[in-house]
């Protein structure tokens, strides 16, 4: 109890320092993210946040690290695509979920990260290898013969049954409705889809076949910002404060 009423103050002097940071200071910095991937963005147009802007993982944990170093930032929204053009043409100071790829920006170190899974019934025979999900029915996300290699492209060539859908809920619900034996599908992203749409953790099984987590950056215009981020980011998960973001949004 001693350790959750600590995490819980501290949790209580980051959204203070939220607050307070984005009263005083609004618009210091611009920071672009990817839309339309809930729990981690919520926003599905492009542009500047709006007053009903709900966030998400992504920008309450940028918030969280920069405000403990006294910075404040205006949310931009674009196609991922164009989040790292944003920057270097100085519309943004910084484009959050990104891979260090530009060596024209200052990457953080790891921001968040993406794990792929096959989500299959509680009680379904475990698969032990990609191979063995040519067996089954499977739903996953537009692209994923090409992003999860040669292995996952013969497996879903050989199913029974095999989709692609770019809407997640869509491919959850789909799923969730005994349309598919398995989904294939980051496991953040199935834990808020499902708790949205009702199911109950203990009705399902990860199975994590496609390797370790992705991790993820935010590449900056400015090195000290850099800096300041890393610092901040390294102190919140130190805290705590980064799990109780994060998993707010997906917790049962």
Do not use: C
């Not at 009903?52 to 944990?61: A, N, V, W, Y």
């Not at 170190?109 to 032990?128: I, T």
């Not at 989904?183 to 749409?197: A, G, M, N």
Request: charged share 20%; no cysteine.
């Amino acid at each position: 109890m001693m350790k959750l009423n600590r995490l819980l103050a501290l949790f209580a002097a980051v959204l203070f320092a939220v607050t307070v940071t984005g009263a005083a200071r609004a618009g210091e910095l611009t920071v672009v993210f990817a839309i339309a991937k809930p729990p981690f963005v919520y926003a599905t147009q492009t542009g500047p946040a709006g007053p009903d802007d709900k966030g998400g993982i992504e920008p309450q944990i940028m918030k969280a690290a920069l405000a403990l170093r006294g910075r404040s930032f205006d949310a931009l929204y674009s196609t991922y695509d164009q989040l790292t053009g944003l920057v270097l043409d100085g519309r943004a100071d910084a484009a959050a979920t990104v891979r260090p790829e530009n060596p024209a920006l200052f990457y953080s170190n790891e921001f968040v990260s993406f794990h792929n899974v096959a989500v299959l019934r509680a009680g379904a025979p475990a698969p032990a290898t990609i191979a063995d999900l040519a067996g089954l029915s499977m739903v996953a996300w537009e692209g994923a013969t090409m992003d999860l290699g040669p292995g996952f492209a013969t497996a879903a060539a050989a199913s029974p049954k095999y989709a692609e859908m770019g809407d997640q809920k869509a491919q959850v619900q789909a799923f969730m409705d005994g349309r598919f034996d398995a989904v294939i599908i980051d496991s953040t992203i199935f834990r808020y889809w499902k708790k949205v749409l009702g199911g109950k953790a203990a009705d399902f099984q990860f199975h994590s076949l496609f390797g370790g987590h992705t991790p993820f950056v935010v590449g900056f215009a400015d090195e000290t910002v850099r800096n300041d981020f890393n610092a901040g980011l390294k102190e919140i998960r130190q805290s705590g404060v980064y799990d109780v973001l994060f998993n707010h949004h997906i917790a049962d």
